[in-house]
């Protein structure tokens, strides 16, 4: 709050133009950036081991029947689960799910299809497949996403993204985390900058949409990663709120008016919205990246 006023008063006052103050003022956040960037480069080892998921078994189609003990079983050819393999067919989302739910044993893709649906659900395209999987091995969190998780692509536009976090068997927590078409073109720094970006479908605004749904999928496995991301702020000397201009100003906020009355739960939940919007914006805003 306090930059915002201070801005305000630098422009009025015309003393220095608005890209100076905007610079200026962007310095902190630098410093900021580069703590969560240094952070993730420090131990990159998962603390808890992770689950095995249940997914759907394997239907194949096709396979070959020994008639007879005398008939040997055919060698069927794997289909291909890495996209490094020279005969991974990117342009089918099959290959593209089997190698993320491959990857990362405690994701479930929703597929929409074959016989695995959720309420709301939708197809994920192979080119949003993609951009999930690079994201996943992007994320500079990912030693905490310790729990399973499911992403659902939902024809739901009220959100670009949305993550719940739920018990299961009531012991083990859970991510669920749904992808709208508006993740393509919602601007993952909800900055005063994006306020006259035209709304473009680009990759870097899917992939911030499912970086900041994957950090408060991590907040809700490992909470104490909230107090870390406090410390962060005064390390920096900064202290995010809501309305900053750099980061979260286009947010809306008002969501959270119904928490108001518990204050403790309500700073939790603006500072894991921060936290999940400056994460996103450091993976994937054009400016947070450059610095300029
Ligand atoms: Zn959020």
Redesign the pocket.
Known sequence: MALIRHARWSITGGQTGLTGVLRLLRIPLVVLAATLLGACEVNFTPSVEPLRLATLPPQPFGTPVAESSAVRPVEIEPSPVSPLDPAFDEADPWQWIAAIEQRWPTVDVVACSGGEMERGCTEWTAEELGLLYATLEEYIFGQYLTGRMMFIRTDDESYA?L?AGLWEGGTSKVSEIRVSDRAWTTPPAASLLDILDLPFRKNNQFQGTIA??L??AAVWFQPELLDWWREAQVEAGISLGEGNWMVGLLYRWSYYDQYEGDPELYDDLVQ??LF??TVGAVMYDPIWRTGH
């Open positions: 993204g993550h900041h749904e950090t408060h894991g919205e999940a919007l």
